[in-house]
């Protein structure tokens, strides 16, 4: 070595450095409050809570922008996701109630469908129902809803805009909507309308068709009034479409599964403690006519008990894609306070005892949907499913 001070330069300027960084670690440690030997090992969640807020609200910046009861509301929902299931959570009072409406498939609103282009923002009617309060007002398909009340609509998401219109039954909306330039204002007087979850109708060749959108409680009597209507009008064969349904009720689909299903099982489920739960048909309605259900890898939980029974029996054919693979059931439990548990209590299985979750019931006839941009109404799945109807007839 020709010289040792560099050596000795480099050691100096690391101990210095080491110093300086010791000097910044003291700086901040006069500013961090020393909480350690607060929390101990056994202390509860609670306490651990209580000192989260404490230091929030002696330390955050804009402590005037904290919302306690949000926080605390996220802290239990946080909780709960923590376990990774994506079927179980925690809903607040707002969600539980909103949760509730969509199971009992009624709500305190006009009945009206209303749709928002994700690119401009427009919210456009969709569909009137005959005879409740939309129509009543005069509303029609294809009005432009650009206010509610005093609200003007600008960039808010059709969800909010929803519960501008819903509320309080007996209660008026002002409705402001653009139909061919002209601006109207209707005025609609709330009430308990029961969202129609079920459409059907008769095709070609004495084909019915029935779609269920989701499996509400309301679908049940909606189900079995179109299934008796076709059949009074003379239905050789049906096809019942399920794509893009993401479940709903047990009840409500073993209800409507006894409406085709011979005798035997319908559904089984197992609990965490190997528990079974049987679910049985009775035959007596057994759908005996060339039967089709219509699915996609949208079709969910209810729509896939209700899709795999009908392959296991073979009593129709599965046409589309793949369904989505939700193989788990879950139940609600209400708490004190209006807020709500929705906990994954089992698995359930088909009449032949298969499980579908992660798998999903795949189609006896593939069938991928192919839009027509000259004809978005085309139908190329629903095509597919008329023709193996006819193939039988």
């Known amino acids: 070595m ?55 609200g002696e330390y955050y910046l804009r402590e005037e922008e904290l919302d306690e009861e949000a926080m605390i509301e996220g802290a239990y929902a946080g909780y709960v996701d923590a376990i990774g299931d994506p079927y179980t959570a925690y809903y607040d009072e707002e969600q539980t109630q909103e949760m509730l409406e969509s199971f009992n498939g ?34 029609q398909v294809g009005d432009i809803l650009y206010q509610v009340d005093d609200r ?16 309080e039954e007996g209660t008026t909306v002002d409705l402001y909507v653009l139909r061919d330039g002209e601006e109207l204002k209707l005025t609609a007087t709330r009430r308990k309308v029961e969202v129609q979850t079920v459409e059907y109708e008769m095709k070609e060749d004495d084909i019915g068709y029935i779609q269920v959108t989701e499996f509400d409680n309301v679908t049940y009597e909606q189900f079995k009034n179109g299934l008796e209507t076709l059949e009074a009008n003379g239905m050789k064969g049906l096809v019942i479409d399920l794509r893009s349904n993401p479940g709903g009720g047990l009840d409500t689909v073993v209800n409507m599964l006894k409406l085709i299903l ?16 049987m679910y049985e048909c009775d035959g007596r309605h057994a ?12 079709s969910a939980s209810a729509s896939e008990i209700f899709s795999g029974a009908v392959k296991d029996y073979g009593i129709g054919k599965i046409v589309g894609t793949t369904t989505y693979g939700k193989g788990v059931v879950q139940k609600v439990y209400y708490l004190r306070d209006g807020s709500s548990l929705k ?46 109807i006819r193939k039988e007839l």
């Open 152 to 167: 003007e609509i600008t960039d808010e998401d059709l969800s909010e805009v929803v519960t501008w219109v819903k509320g």
């Open 262 to 277: 011979p005798e035997g099982p319908i559904v089984s489920m197992k609990d965490k403690n190997g528990k079974e739960t």
């Open 287 to 298: 759908f005996t006519k060339p039967l089709v259900v219509l699915v996609n890898e949208n």
């Open 343 to 388: 906990v994954t209590i089992s698995e359930y299985f088909t009449p032949k005892g298969n499980s579908i979750h992660g798998i999903g019931v795949v189609p006896d006839v593939e069938v991928e949907y192919i839009r027509d941009e000259e004809h978005p109404e085309a139908d190329n799945q629903l095509d597919a499913a008329l023709e193996e």
């Open 2 to 56: 020709k010289d040792g001070r560099p050596f000795w330069r480099g050691v100096l300027c690391g101990v210095l450095g080491v110093l300086c960084v010791f000097a910044v670690l003291d700086g901040v440690r006069r500013y961090v409050p020393q909480v350690s030997n607060l929390i101990g090992s056994g202390s509860s969640m609670d306490s651990k809570m209580d000192l989260l807020q404490e230091m929030l």
């Open 106 to 139: 009624e709500y305190s609103g006009i009945g009206a469908g209303l749709n928002q282009n994700l690119e401009t923002r427009v919210i456009t009617i969709t569909r009137v129902y005959e005879g409740q309060p939309a129509d009543e007002a005069g509303m």
